[in-house]
């Protein structure tokens, strides 16, 4: 006949292996799975704060721009707003040509 503390460390060893087995198990499911997910939902995220922050910058630079070349031309709103359209439009025409059609 064997001693209780022998049988307990069995039983105790069997578990352990069997927690190991189970926990290395989901281990590896969720590498699999909630890894690339986590991956995939932080690039969404960062994409649109990225986007949201560049489109705040690029009107605040349109603005401050309309604002100098306002102070600096003669003429009134007028001039800013030919000078600032014509760079506009030379600027899109420029992309324009170079798109891939």
Request: glycine share 10%.
């Amino acid at each position: 006949m064997t001693s209780p503390s022998f049988e307990k460390s069995a039983e105790t060893g069997l578990a352990t292996r069997a927690t190991k087995v189970v926990v290395d198990f989901v281990e590896l499911l969720r590498g699999r799975t909630t890894g690339p997910l986590l991956l995939v939902a932080r690039v969404i995220v960062y994409g649109i704060v990225l986007f949201v922050t560049a489109l705040a910058i690029a009107t605040l630079v349109v603005i401050a721009a309309v604002r100098a070349t306002d102070s600096f031309l003669p003429g009134g709103i007028w001039s800013t707003h030919l000078l600032l359209g014509a760079l506009f439009t030379a600027g899109g025409g420029l992309l324009w040509s170079k798109r891939l059609a």
